[in-house]
């Protein structure tokens, strides 16, 4: 029957107009003024709320078997809580670095996602090593509508590749148009300084930045930037957490056709001093790379408002204190990195980031909803408000207060890495391709009606 959004303001990357917009059959129909709704149609009033296009997280692990642990999430919940916090289209990555061919792990992630996601959904695809018989399979997932990969350059021997494997994928990738996404930290220092620290008896989690300090996240960023202007391929450089490090990538420009840069919310919201609180519970918030210095923030703010910086993410990969990270007492380098932030990157992002002077909404819109779809092949379905692209829409109430709880939060973790931040602004309504997923912060949804976007 259709859905109509009526006298609400409309912002996209471009700009912001008073406009009613007009869903039917999945797609966005009409944007414009005084839109008269047939009989029997649901009519969402939006005045005085802004209309959203629905927000796109590039960075997701949805799903992620470890060797020692698996996170807490999984498709269902992280896609309904994405969906309560405005994203309505996640990007996950197959494979973890366990399953013997790229057709192996394509399979498992898309078993896993199918019947499960309430929200729209992509893959990147992981990749540590090359051959032949590889190569033929991403030929083919390439045909099927891969539009990107995905390749350490930490976490030696298990993900990190290899120097001549990593100039062959970046060349595939050139040839084929494909946007090679890079984890940039030096795989050799990390477990030199690991090691050093730890026989010096500092075990406990503050010491886990320092062992992968800025430095060894910059020459990272050189190494796959260098080897990527090399091989003529589009360079995609994942959560970029420090000033040193984006400063690296600043020296690049000019040199790749295709530079982007991604920071995560929590880069730009928390820092160090949360891992280094005593009794081990800073063990909560370790994640690579690690939170850094508060100057850091300020550093990755400018870069997201003068555009050096193109996406904003959140490497959502949820671990429970309780029997998981506290895998790692005695020893930092076994406490599982990751953190939660698919429901909570929109609502800081806009409490700190535009009301609190630092990005217009614009901005924000574009780095978190128009950008993601350029780079990742969605744009034309997903990314903005406008005809003939689906109608995945967020109305925001700007008004709303509140204070972020585990207590409150969708997921079953037994923390929340933003326990006691309040936020200004939540999504009031939720659609993707036109059915209303959350209303007034519930979900109201079709669970498992996600689709997977090639």
Same mark, same amino acid.
């Given at each position: ?31 414009? +003024? ?24 590039? @960075?997701? @692990? ?10 807490? =999430? ?133 010491? @886990? ?31 970029? =957490? ?12 000019? +040199? ?31 994640? =690579? ?5 508060? =100057? ?19 490497? @959502? ?138």
């Amino acid at each position: 029957m259709g859905l109509l959004i009526r006298g609400g303001e409309v912002v996209t990357g471009a700009g912001r107009c008073r406009a009613d917009v007009w869903c039917e059959g999945g797609k966005i129909a009409k944007v414009e +003024k005084g839109i008269a709704p047939p009989p029997g149609v649901e009519v969402v009033e939006a005045a005085g709320k802004l209309v959203l296009p629905g927000f796109i997280d590039p @960075h997701v @692990h949805a799903y992620l078997p470890l060797t020692t642990v698996t996170a807490k =999430s999984n498709f269902a919940n992280c896609t309904r809580a994405a969906l309560l916090g405005g994203t309505t289209c996640i990007m996950d990555f197959a494979g973890a670095g366990r399953e013997k061919d790229f057709d192996e792990a394509w399979a498992a992630w898309e078993a896993q996602a199918a019947g499960q996601a309430s929200c729209d959904y992509g893959f990147h695809l992981m990749v540590r090593r090359y051959d032949a018989g590889l190569q033929k399979q991403l030929e083919r997932l390439v045909a099927k509508g891969l539009k990107s990969l995905k390749i350490y350059l930490a976490y030696k021997p298990a993900l990190a590749i290899g120097d001549e494997d990593l100039f062959r994928v970046l060349e595939f990738a050139a040839a084929n148009g494909l946007v090679v996404m890079a984890h940039c930290e030096n795989a050799e220092l990390i477990p030199a300084l690991q090691k050093k620290l730890l026989a010096a008896g500092k075990t406990g989690p503050e010491w @886990h930045e320092p062992s992968r300090p800025p430095m060894v996240e910059a020459e990272g960023v050189c190494k796959f930037l260098t080897f990527a202007a090399a091989a003529g391929a589009k360079a995609y450089v994942v959560h970029l =957490s420090c000033a040193e490090a984006l400063s690296m990538a600043d020296r690049f420009r000019g +040199k790749l056709e295709h530079l982007y840069i991604e920071t995560m919310i929590q880069y730009l919201t928390l820092d160090k001093s949360y891992a280094e609180r005593g009794n081990f519970e800073g063990a909560k918030w370790i994640l =690579s790379p690690p939170l850094r210095e508060k =100057s850091d923030q300020e550093a990755l703010w400018a870069g997201l408002a003068d555009g050096r910086i193109d996406t904003l993410g959140t490497d @959502h990969c949820p671990f429970d204190f309780k029997g998981q990270k506290e895998l790692g007492r005695g020893d930092f380098t076994k406490i599982p990195n990751g953190i939660a932030g698919v429901e909570e990157r929109m609502a800081l992002a806009y409490t700190a980031g535009v009301a609190g002077g630092r990005i217009p909404l614009e901005r924000l819109v574009a780095v978190a909803a128009e950008n993601p779809a350029k780079i990742f092949g969605l744009w034309g379905r997903k990314g903005t408000i406008a005809e003939g692209f689906d109608a995945d829409v967020v109305v925001w109430d700007p008004a709303a207060r509140r204070t972020i709880s585990a207590r409150t939060q969708s997921l079953d973790t037994d923390y929340n890495p933003y326990e006691g931040f309040e936020v200004a602004g939540a999504p009031e309504v939720v659609t993707v391709r036109g059915e209303v997923m959350v209303r007034n912060g519930k979900f109201v949804g079709t669970p498992g009606c996600g689709r997977l976007l090639l």
